[in-house]
């Protein structure tokens, strides 16, 4: 813990502090260090829960083609989104992608700040709009427009998550201890990544012992290809107008 300690206070890389805390969890024989650990570096599968601080705001935008031209970055609402998608298409974006991944979209688009991020399963949400529609004009493409600004946000959850585990691993291990045990390195990750069990406090025991409390114990939805061919008809010229109007409006 202690080098770990160290290597946050001289800013190392987070990836590097990760892989340390994979090795801290084999050696203290905790699956949830690892398990968290090991999710930042490779990213949340699609059946995974994405914690609450993966989660930022952004605008949902399409790129246009209209009569007389094209229309880029306009941004749309999540009402114009068919209604069977609206649960996974909306403002809110989930960032699934390991650490390193998200640190290199930040310094590759450093300059505008901003990055286009597809929502799984765009491009065939844009192919049935574009094949209901009863107006001219289609979407060329669907995205949100995230601010490189609150991707830097997530990496420094990320890191301060981290930092929260070590102090309250440093918290809950007597003195004396190099290591928390299994139990009390379960509770730390309940405790800081999940929200849930209990501060654990160590007193010293009449024998000279410690005595600590225990822990408690304790699909993204997306449409099919069924789906979307079934979802059809109803309302679906509607919402095209929609979006095509917003896409009409500025030109």
Known sequence: MGQIERDLLDEKPLDTLLRKLILLGGNAGSPELRE??????????????LPSYRTVTAPLQVDGAVPGGFV???????????????????????????????????????DDRMVKLQPPG??????????????????VALYWSVSTIAIEGVLDQV????????????????VGEALPTPAQAANAVNLVING?????SIAQASNGGSIASEPESETPRFWTTARLIGAGVVGSATIVAAVIAVLQFTL
């Not at 090991?38 to 829960?49: A, H």
């Not at 890191?159 to 007597?174: C, G, H, K, N, Q």
């Not at 849930?196 to 654990?200: A, D, E, I």
């Open 72 to 110: 880029h970055h306009e941004t749309i609402g999540s009402m114009d989104i068919p209604d069977f998608a609206r649960d996974d298409i909306n403002e809110q974006v989930p960032l699934r992608m390991g650490v390193r991944e998200i640190r290199s979209m930040v310094e590759q688009h450093g």
């Open 196 to 200: 849930r069990g209990n501060r654990v």
């Open 122 to 139: 765009s491009a065939d949400l844009v192919t049935y709009i574009n094949g209901t529609r009863r107006m001219n004009g289609r979407i």
């Open 36 to 49: 968290w650990a090991s999710r930042e570096l490779r990213g949340y599968g699609r059946d995974e829960e």
């Open 159 to 174: 890191r301060t998550r981290l930092a929260e585990l070590i102090a309250e691993l440093r918290s809950s291990t007597p």
